[in-house]
């Protein structure tokens, strides 16, 4: 693991949650929770300094670093090979142009808090299908993210994730275990994509949409928002059949009812 000395003498920029991990236990429970097949294809987002980066060279010679900050190349090539490295927003990234992963394929990465939800999101919605995705971030968002209906924290993000893939989180880190510290906890979170097509994933990102309408206002009842924007479809009755109680929330409907709700015949 690079020395501590290395990441405080670097300037760090909040704007790219540049926290980075000064504790080698706590890569190994990531790759453990991973858990990749050998020669598996990992990729890795944000690899900083390359704390989780050495483990995951460690375990295979497949691998790409997508890395924003070039002011880490010097950092990254010591322990990764140039041609492995990729600098660049990984939200712009244009996957076509990179090699096919293999089947066994991986993501993983110690998120920067700033943008870690669209990051997953992303990758949920592309034609990516990695076997299964491990990710460190604040322990709410992961908390949201792995929440089932009428949980306090289930909200739009649990509702998205779901629609995509199956959730776990993990082990829970305190600020020490970074330079600088985060004002926050962070906790680990599993994904295991949902075999979609991509056709599937289109009708569930045009369902999302109205989802997160609705969570705009999670306090007030679905029904009567649903009679007043989509006067031609008859939710009363979806809600009867599906057994939806009149004044369910937002925070009452399950992924599975919201696909039930909004399915193809109807709004
Ligand atoms: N993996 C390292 C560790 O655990 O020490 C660093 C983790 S740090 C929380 C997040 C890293 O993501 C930083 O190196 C930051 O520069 C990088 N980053 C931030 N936004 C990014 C983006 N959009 N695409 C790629 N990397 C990004």
């Known amino acids: ?47 900083g300094k390359g704390a989780l980066s050495e483990k995951i060279i460690e375990k295979t010679d497949d691998y790409l670093l997508f890395e924003i900050d070039e002011r880490l190349k010097e950092d990254l090539e010591k322990i990764a090979s140039p041609d492995r490295i990729i600098f660049g927003d990984f939200l712009k990234t244009d996957f076509s142009k990179l090699p096919k992963p293999a089947n066994d394929f991986y993501i993983c ?20 299908n990695p076997r299964r995705l491990v990710f460190l971030l604040q322990e709410e968002v992961a908390v949201k993210a792995a929440a089932s209906v009428n949980e306090k924290e289930y909200g739009y993000l649990s509702v998205h994730r779901a629609f ?55 306090r007030k009842m679905v029904l009567p928002r649903l009679k007043k924007g989509f006067p031609n479809t008859d939710f009363a009755d979806r809600f009867i059949s599906m057994n939806l109680s009149p004044e369910a929330r937002p925070e009452n409907i399950s992924p599975e009812q919201y696909l039930l709700l909004f399915k193809k015949s109807g709004e």
């Not at 000395?5 to 790759?31: A, V």
């Not at 990465?109 to 992303?122: D, K």
């Not at 994904?191 to 990102?205: A, F, G, Y």
């Open 109 to 128: 990465g110690n998120l920067p808090y700033c943008s870690a939800t669209h990051i997953i999101t992303q990758i949920l919605e592309s034609s990516l």
């Open 164 to 218: 995509f893939a199956k959730a776990q989180t993990g082990k829970k880190f305190s600020p020490e275990n970074f330079i600088p510290k985060p004002k926050v906890m962070s906790k680990l979170l599993a994904l295991e994509p949902l075999l979609l097509t991509q056709e599937e994933k289109k009708e569930r990102i045009e369902v999302l949409k109205k989802v997160s309408v609705l969570f705009t206002q999670r």
């Open 1 to 47: 693991m690079r020395d501590k000395q290395s990441s405080r003498d670097f300037q760090h920029k909040k704007s790219l949650g540049q926290n980075f991990c000064i504790n080698p236990n706590l890569c190994d429970s990531l790759i453990e929770l991973l858990a990749p097949a050998d020669n598996a294809t990992i990729w890795e987002i944000g690899p």
